[in-house]
């Protein structure tokens, strides 16, 4: 077994998990990653340009993939909020329609993830190669980790809910994301053709809703997402000496609005912030702040120093109660 020590100071290449079957791919994953990347590319054939289809893509990738930063990762994965049920669940829901699997499987990956970060059974480390950590691990079966026995035993509080089983026992999140991708083209194709009122405005920006406002974006939010498992854990610097080669990549942050921050994340996976330095904003944990102002979050996890500098500065409130009190006593 290599050593997470070593992993961490020689950046040593690993070998793929010994639970992968190399020859075996997993279609199901591979064949909507090459359709969904195919369909992008049809942004580049100008009939299905709009600026208002550029802008709902913009939007889009930060509105839907907070729904995977906030939800999947820091409210379902490492429980650093709560809030209401039903919140969560329409958090879900927009995640379903960035095409990431479901909440189960998700988590589940990612808690392995941390369990065995840049470890040979860590599901997708790019010390194994950069395409593998970035995409490569998705479309290769794992034995280990692509099993319901392996969802159950990483995301059983997840598997407890019935709206999360049902979605594991359906494709119930497929038909959410087509049913999306419907709605953008209908929405498209309606306003179309009350401004203009012909058949061939309709399908023009309908069509240019769908491609742009969804399948532009999906493919986007997977690769900003996929960013932090392949960029973040080769480029950048690390504020803490971890048992990983997790790093704080700037680019990343940016990307997606905090999760860059890897290494303070991976140094305290808990907190609901990953902004340890005044500079590395973490716009996720502002927004976590405002739902918590409008009572919508709870049992907010703040980063481990600031837990420690308040016991501390409780600690010598305490203190210095106590030498006054004893001071009058004598």
Known sequence: ????AAVHENNKRLAPPDATVPNRVRWEYALPI???????????????????GLIVMIVGIHVFGQAINLCYHRILTHRSLKVPKWLEHGFVIMALCCMEDTPAKWVAMHRIHHKHSDHEDDPH?????????????LVVKNRD?????SYRKYAPDILKDPFYMKLEKSYAWVWIYIAQAALFFAAGFGIA????????AGLQFGASLLVWGVFVRTVAVWHITWSVNSLTHLFGYQNYKTSDHSRNNWFVAILTVGE????????????????????????????????EWLGLATDVRRPRHQRQARRVAAASAASADQDRTTSRDD
């Open 1 to 4: 077994m290599t050593s997470h």
């Open 34 to 52: 090459i359709g969904l990347h195919l369909l992008a590319l049809l942004a580049c054939f100008p009939w299905f340009f709009s600026w208002t």
């Open 125 to 137: 480390s790019p010390l194994v190669a950069f395409l593998w950590g970035h995409l490569g691990w």
């Open 145 to 149: 980790t692509h099993s319901l026995s």
């Open 193 to 200: 053709m009350l401004a203009e009122g012909t058949m061939a």
């Open 260 to 291: 860059g921050w890897h290494n303070n994340h991976h140094h305290d996976p808990a907190s609901a912030s990953n902004q340890h330095r005044w500079w590395e904003l973490d716009i996720t944990y502002y927004q976590i702040r405002i739902l």
